[in-house]
């Protein structure tokens, strides 16, 4: 059981890492990882320009179970939510948010799919 959890936790580092590199690939500044608050996480705080985009980043090793952005379900939105309004509150962001997913397949080639604002 515990090299099953070490194998699921490595996938969600190495989803993490390659959502982190695609966003700074495509123009954005990684201000965070792994953010927590109380019981919520926001794996990337990115920003790029006068926007902080939040990221959830969701990997899986094959699509054969479904897409891993179908894992975002209201529950986890709703944490997300509220790290995010912590996180803008502690830093006294005054510009524009965006909530984004980052689904990552770990097939050969992997694949990478940017859901920019995929909920409010």
């Known amino acids: 059981m515990a090299s ?3 194998a699921h936790i490595r996938t969600g580092q190495d989803g993490e890492n390659r959502a982190a590199a695609y966003l700074q690939h495509n123009g954005y500044t990684i201000v965070r990882k792994n953010y927590r608050h109380r019981r919520a ?25 479904g897409y891993p952005e179908e894992a975002v379900d209201f529950r986890k939105e709703a944490l997300l939510l509220s790290a995010a309004e912590a996180y803008i509150e502690e830093t006294e962001w005054q510009h524009e948010v965006r909530f984004d997913i980052i689904s990552i397949t770990l097939s050969s080639p992997p694949t990478v799919h940017h859901i920019e604002d995929a909920f409010h």
Do not use: H, M, P, S
């Open 41 to 65: 996480e926001v794996d990337i705080i990115a920003q790029k320009e006068n926007l902080l985009v939040f990221v959830e980043v969701k990997t899986r090793g094959t699509d054969r179970y």
């Open 4 to 6: 099953q959890t070490n």
